[in-house]
């Protein structure tokens, strides 16, 4: 940060005070402030003494540190921070400030420099020999997409060409500042494309009263359409006229052909088949096979005078591939089973089995009563182990399927590091 000192003494006024109006505008600043901390105005305060007197003096400084009731270094600490406070004596007419940040230079601002060292002075911060003008470089002025630009006073100007400054500088120059319109200096409208707009061209558009009137006339073109045929698509088509109960028939110049039977109903039910027990028998009931799970087969009975009803599910009669009967339940393994894991006393030192993916508290209480405590014994279980321990928690595959045997190897040799490392995560 560059170092800011105060004027030399030659040029400092001697004293300071508020015209009417701006000691005003600092009585309201200052009442902003909740009480204890009316020192907080000294920003604004420092920004009117400037805009009164062109440049923050050091009387202004002193005098509105005595306001405020604060330690004038406290005061002088915030003039010489912030670079918004001039510190010298600026251009009576016209302090230029240039940007000079990348997007400003990119686009031309040494340029803008160059005709403020022709038209002003060769050297930041000093005033021409009248006083009238005076320019600085700054760093970015919030205006990227217009680059280049300058600010005046408190005025921004816009899309620069080095000649468009010039007149900008002269009309400041003649005292017809006020005649120089702010912002763009292209025609662009504000910050949209120099090419014109490519959206949102007519603002009727985006108005509330537009939006309202569009949605009540939506409103009122829905309530004239039925709910149930507000998805069908109105077409010329045949197929889509509800008129023609045979769209393909008109089409061909047919009358539509009558059905050879009238339809049952209510009041002229169709006669029921015969009832044939043999095809019945044969018949392949309509439930849907679910692999490794019994089944209940439909069975037609026959009501009175042989006709025939509806199936009727009856429990107690699953069967399997081919028709025929299963068991309704697989039974468990038998704990005299040559397959059965060998199981050990309880050891001191448990192992928790829940670690494993897939067992839970519930099922750990299972494994104990079997004698399994360790990681290590399931670790060791062959085929017809995991199997015959699958069958007897009823798990249907699931041991093969979350891979036990994996899991307790990886637990047995380093715990849950071990398992992270294995799996990639922690164990559930």
Partial sequence: MSVRRLADASVQPASFAFNKANAAA??????????????????????????????????????????????????????????????????????????????????????????????????????????????????????CVNAPMVMIFKDTFEDLTPERLEEIIA???????????????????????????????????????????????????????????????????????????????????????????????????????????????????????VANKPRTRPIASQGAKGAFKAPEMLKGEPIGAGGKKVAAKQAKPSLEDKNRPAGIARPASVDDLKLISGVGPKIEGVLHSLGIYTFAQVAAWKKAERDWVDGYLSFHGRIERDDWVRQAKALAKGGVAEYIRVFGKKPV
Wanted: net charge positive.
């Fill in 26 to 143: 600092a009585r309201q600043w200052i009442k902003k402030y909740p009480k204890g901390r009316e020192q907080s105005a000294i920003i604004p305060l420092l920004m009117i003494a400037q805009e009164q007197e062109g440049w923050v003096t050091k009387a202004a400084i002193e005098s509105i540190c005595d306001m405020l009731e604060m330690p004038r270094i406290r005061g002088l600490e915030v003039a010489t921070f912030y670079t918004q406070y001039q510190l010298k004596p600026v251009g009576t007419r016209a302090h230029i400030q240039v940007c000079g940040t990348t997007p400003c230079m990119l686009r031309g601002s040494e340029a803008l420099m160059d005709v403020c060292r022709s038209k002003i002075h060769h050297d930041q911060f000093h005033t021409t020999d009248d006083g009238k003008l005076s320019w600085e470089e700054v760093e970015c002025l919030g205006a």
């Fill in 171 to 289: 009309l400041y120059e003649a005292g017809k500042g006020g005649s120089v319109t702010p912002g763009p200096q292209n025609g662009r409208f504000y910050s949209a494309p120099t090419s014109g707009f490519t959206s949102l061209q007519d603002e009727k558009a985006v108005l509330k009263t537009t939006r309202d009137k569009q949605a009540k006339e939506a409103a009122k073109a829905a309530a004239q359409v039925p709910p149930s045929d507000a998805a069908k698509p109105a077409t010329a088509k045949e197929e889509t006229n509800p008129a023609l109960k045979a769209p393909a028939a008109a089409a061909a110049g047919k009358a539509p052909a009558k059905a050879s039977k009238p339809k049952p109903s209510l009041e002229n039910p169709s006669p029921a088949p015969a009832f044939d027990k043999k095809q019945a028998d044969k018949a392949e009931p309509a439930v849907e096979r």
